[in-house]
């Protein structure tokens, strides 16, 4: 007779059941009901790409699109087992035993691990029910919600540069009051419509679509008020707005009503730590909600934040992890992608947070912290609504047997090609045309190298054709890592190498804006991001001397398009 049970074990009474001896009705039901983890656990065994220590970040998804792989860890019963997802049975299409690490209190446990495919016959749309039936007993996991696909972009790349191609100026910035240690400009991001937000440590602006009038959206001093919860922001470490453009999350550093300021143990050169909060911002109704709070050691928002205590659970419900979020970045789907100090000495992963508050580690160089794939936290670029992009090194290591740069799914969280061999740069061929120019009479292919040093989402912008358009040199170079070929995005070939110190050789690529061919893009090398045209948003950020010959900080942004 099939029973219908609607709790799903967790992995501590999962764990928990090893440990108890006694046999009665009640265990001998535990003991033959199926069961799944639906928070995170580490699981050895899978093989992934962590090594030697093959440990694996597991997280229960809910948010897929058909093609998409669903992965289950728990006493699942596999010979047994009967899934349904929107009433339709799933196909398992790997299935292994594997081992769910414990804690000092509770031994490791050995459980099963299985992927099943997405199909469009499940259904589509939000709560789609989920069921496990083995052994006579149903148990129903948390819904699914099953995304409509959207048509591929076109892989391009290999291509000619576009002469059509323009630069225009968008707005100049310069913030009254700031001092010399001061700067108008810390990051930003753009929205799907072309709408420009960046942020100080001060305030955080964004613009109109047309890239005009920054205006003020959240500043320091700002007060929160609830039943339950108050605090000021003091300064701001990192913030995005949404892709939407509806919301936007911040990073502060606050003072609140909660436990701040003790000393960090008896270290004589520790300093006294803080609070950081990530907050949410609905930008129509400016109602703030206060997503996760964490203490950091260090020195504030003026200087290096880092987690506090190391070693804090980095991987659970939003609300019980620690994030210091140096950097923040966000997909089309809400999901957050967080530069996470969780140790002093640049100790950093990549934490990912989903749309319900669920945070993983998706990548990590570290193996107190494992990562779904070993990537440093300035290394990877993706485009929002792809989900494709890079994820690599991003400096030199002692042990390169973990540099493993690969051209990454963020939608599935596995990589699609890695660049076995390749730890600090990739070797494309460059088809060079520059007859056209005269400096080779006929065209000729030569190698150009990617290299990956440094922040890539700062560099680099990744266009929804699934080019990565590198501003290196006077002329931005196009890459298409999957068929490792390149051409000149913009600019003109004949100056291809010259960097930003070097004389042009063509005497008429030396402007700032107009068609992009006669631009020298050495002075434009910061990106911002790019549009859903596929526009690229670069900015200069810099200083300049002015009466009475005090330092002050500047911004300009610019905008490289079709015409």
């Not at 402007?511 to 910061?526: D, E």
Request: proline share 6%; charged share 20%.
């Amino acid at each position: 007779m099939k029973t219908s049970i609607r709790t799903v074990i967790s992995i501590t009474c999962l764990l928990w059941l090893t440990q108890c001896k006694k046999v009665d009705k009640n265990e001998r039901l535990l003991n033959s009901q199926p069961s799944i983890i639906t928070s995170h656990a580490t699981l050895i065994g899978t093989k992934q790409y962590l090594s030697p220590d093959d440990q694996y970040s597991y997280q229960y998804k809910t948010s897929f699109k058909p093609g998409d792989t669903m992965e289950l860890a728990g006493r699942l019963f596999p010979q047994q087992l009967e899934i349904k997802i929107g009433g339709v049975n799933a196909k398992v299409v790997m299935q292994q035993k594997i081992t769910i690490l414990g804690t000092p209190e509770i031994p490791a446990v050995e459980a099963d691990f299985l992927k099943l495919v997405i199909t469009k016959a499940m259904g589509t749309g939000r709560s789609i029910p989920v069921e496990l039936t083995a052994n006579g007993e149903t148990i129903t996991a948390p819904p699914i919600n099953i995304l409509e696909p959207s048509a591929p972009p076109p892989y391009l790349g290999g291509g000619k540069t576009d002469t059509t191609l323009v630069v225009a100026s968008l707005f100049s910035f310069k913030q009254d009051g700031f001092g010399p240690a001061d700067r108008d400009f810390v990051g930003g991001n753009v929205t799907a419509a072309g709408n420009i937000f960046f942020f100080n440590k001060k305030v955080a602006y964004l613009t109109s679509i047309t890239g005009k009038a920054p205006a003020k959206v959240l500043e320091a001093g700002l007060q929160y008020s609830s039943s339950t919860d108050q605090f000021q922001i003091i300064g701001i470490l990192s913030a995005t707005c949404s892709w939407d453009g509806a919301d936007l999350f911040i990073s502060a550093e606050v003072t609140d009503n909660g436990p701040n300021n003790p000393l960090l143990g008896t270290d004589p050169n520790a300093k006294p730590f803080g609070v950081l909060r990530l907050l949410k911002m609905n930008l129509g109704t400016k109602k703030i909600t206060p997503l996760n709070r964490s203490l950091f050691g260090g020195r504030g928002t003026n200087r290096v934040m880092y987690g506090w205590p190391p070693q804090k659970s980095v991987a659970g419900n939003i609300d019980t992890v620690s994030i210091i979020a140096q950097e923040i970045r966000v997909d089309a789907y809400g999901n957050l992608y967080v530069t996470n100090q969780v140790e002093r000495r640049s100790v950093t992963i990549v934490s990912k947070i989903s749309p319900d508050g669920q945070v993983k580690t998706l990548f990590s160089l570290n193996r107190n912290y494992p990562g779904l794939y070993p990537a440093a936290a300035s290394g990877y670029v993706f485009h929002p609504s792809t989900l494709q992009g890079f994820a690599g090194p991003a400096d030199y290591a002692t042990n390169t047997t973990l540099l493993r740069p690969a051209w990454y799914s963020f939608r599935t969280e596995e990589p699609l090609l890695i660049f076995e061999g390749d730890h600090m740069a990739i070797s494309c061929n460059y088809s060079d045309t520059s007859r056209l120019t005269g400096k080779y009479p006929t065209q000729r292919t030569v190698s150009e190298t990617m290299s990956f040093i440094g922040s890539l989402n700062t560099s680099s912008a990744l266009l929804s054709t699934g080019e990565i358009v590198s501003f290196s040199y006077a002329s931005p170079m196009s890459y298409n890592m999957e068929k490792k070929v390149a051409y000149i995005y913009a600019g003109q070939e004949i100056n291809e190498l010259i960097g930003s110190n070097a004389p042009l050789s063509g005497k008429s690529q030396v402007n700032t804006t107009g068609l992009a061919k006669y631009v020298n893009f050495s002075s434009l090398r910061g990106v911002l991001g790019v549009d859903n045209k596929d526009a690229i948003y670069l900015f200069t950020e810099g200083r300049k001397t002015a009466p009475p010959d005090s330092p002050e900080s500047y911004l300009q942004v610019y905008k490289l398009r079709k015409p």
